[in-house]
C-alpha cells in the first residue's frame, strides 16, 4: 500500500488546525525532498539544464526563503547573514557543500519554521506584516501559507530538474 501523505495522516500535535495546512505541506516536501535526493551525486548540485535553476540553488533557496518569510511573519527584519545566504542563492560554498549538508540545512529550518507555528497566536493571523524594505503589505497568515506553497513549487521545480540531470548524466 502506498504511504499516506503527511495530511492525510491526521492532524499534527499541538498546532492550532488553522495553521495545519501550513504544517502539512511542509512537512511532506521534506518528506519528498529525502526521496529525491537519496543517493543524488554531489557532482551534479550545480547543473543548469537549459539553463534553468541547479538543484543546489533549489535546495538553498527552499531554506532561504522560509527563513526570511519566517522571519517577516515576525514581524522582524532581515540580519546581514541572511543578506548574505540570499547573495549566496545558486553558488557553491568555498569548501563545496554536498547534497547532505543542504538538505540537513532544510531539515533544520523545518524544525525551526514547525516551532515557530506551534508557537504561533491564531489571534494575529491578519496582522499586518511588512515585507523588505519596501514594507510590502501582508499578513502573518499570508506569509505563512506563502512559505508553504512557495517551497511546495520549488520542491516540484527541484525534483523535476533532478530527474533531468540525473538521466542526462547517469554516468555519474
Known sequence: M???EVWQRGLLPNLDPLLQPVGHALL????????YLADFPNQLLW???AGMASVGFHLQHLSGV????FTYARAEGLMLFQ????EEEGRDSDDGYTVD?????FDARINIVMKQLRETDINTLTDFRGIGRAGLPSTVMGLLFHGAEHTMR???QLMVTAAVVKEKFNDY
Not at 543578506?83 to 540570499?86: A, G, H, I, S
Not at 549538508?101 to 540545512?105: E, K, M, N, T
Open 101 to 105: 549538508a543542504l538538505v540537513g540545512r
Open 83 to 86: 543578506f548574505e545566504q540570499l
Open 66 to 69: 522560509l527563513d526570511r518569510v
Open 154 to 156: 520549488h520542491l516540484g
Open 47 to 49: 547543473v543548469k539544464p
Open 2 to 4: 502506498a504511504k499516506l
Open 28 to 35: 511532506q516536501a521534506q518528506e519528498e525532498l529525502h526521496e
